[in-house]
């Protein structure tokens, strides 16, 4: 497998090494910052109504904020969005160093909320912006090392981060973070960058026009349409799984619930191999292919995780279930990309990231009431159900597709037919 330095021109592999090391540190910043929140949290007020309020004030955003702030990605300079996000969330993290008590635990629900904001803006600008950094032909690659990386950071964030919250504070952490968001500004500084320009002068009235044509090109598209199905009917099974596996470990598995760590963590280091994994295979299968064999592997790998009794087997399945799950979603990513145009690219990925949270906390949420009164082993091979669904019906759809045996260069042509690039 010949690496990245040998498949991009110079120019580009310095802006997408830039962006890589720019985004790796950030994102081990944001697992670090996750798991000392909750740990903060719940050091402050003891309560786990306080750290699941948390966790909800940081979904809340997905879903309100999204669809407007894909319209604004696709109006704005991708590498001003990307920096000045980083910024903004360098500044917001650094505020919640002076709370130094649960008189204070507003501020952190405040502050959490903002940076979920902020989110909303950046990650919809860093997917639109790989297929202009790393150039057309060299979509899946780069996809493939990014995600890999973000789950190798959230593999490493907590096992940092519980440490460093013991024996240094959360002040440490909160730094850690900031300063980690500030690096991948620098970096992003330093980052090459062209994009097509969308139609400049629009203001506020078209918010809702534009939007509307992100929302009609998705109803109107086989791709996009196939797309926003699958990914709700994994989602919805991934929802229901993080619900109930800490149960599933204990009463099926006879273990202790600290074994979530151990079982969560490989099944992210099966997500980086998948990821990795992609880039070899993508020279011999097409990208639609891949997306449902990976994703019957993950309907395979629940089933036969959900009959198990012992922590050993049980732990080589779920590595295999993450492994599926790298090779879908990092084929799905890559697929949508590649066909998708370039200045519909922010609303497109905001629409996505908004339906598969809801699936999320949909999946969630049922998981948690149906457990009551469901053994866990059948709420985990319901989940098999729904990933060999929705893998079945991605092959069958994504078949019929004009030019589904290639997987076609990215349509950057604007609203109007024409392509004009300027450099960010």
Known sequence: MRGMAQTLEPDARRSFGLLWAGQAISQLGDAIFLTTLLLWVADLTDSPAAVGAVLAVEAIPILLVSPLAGVFVDRWRYKSTLIYSDLA??????????????????????????????????????????????????????????????????????????????????????????????????????????????????????????????VRLVRSSRLQSTALTVGFLVLLGAGTMNAVNIFFIEEALNEPRSYLGLVNGLGGLGFAIGALALIPLANRLTLWRLIGIGLLLMGAASLVYAQLSLIFPALVVYTMFGLGNGVADTANQSFILSRTPGLFRGRIISLHTMAANAAVVGGSAAAGFLAESIDTRWLISSTSVLFVLAGCFALWSFSRLPGSDADEEPDTTDEDGRLERIEA
Request: aromatic fraction near 10%; hydrophobic fraction near 60%.
């Open 89 to 214: 969330r360098a500044v917001l993290v650094a505020l919640l160093i002076i709370v130094q008590s649960s008189d204070l635990l507003w501020l952190i629900f405040i502050d959490v909320f903002l940076i979920s904001v902020v989110t909303r803006f950046f990650f919809p600008s860093l997917m639109a912006a790989l297929p202009v950094v790393a150039g057309e032909g060299r979509l899946t690659r780069s996809i493939s090392y990014v995600r890999a990386t973000v789950n190798v950071a959230y593999i490493a964030g907590p096992l940092i981060a519980a440490p460093l919250f013991v024996y240094a504070g959360p002040e440490v952490a909160l730094a850690v973070n900031a300063l980690s968001f500030l690096a991948s500004a620098v970096a992003l500084a330093f980052c090459r960058l062209e994009q097509p320009r969308t139609q400049a002068a629009r203001g506020l009235a078209h918010v809702r026009q534009e939007l509307m044509s992100g």
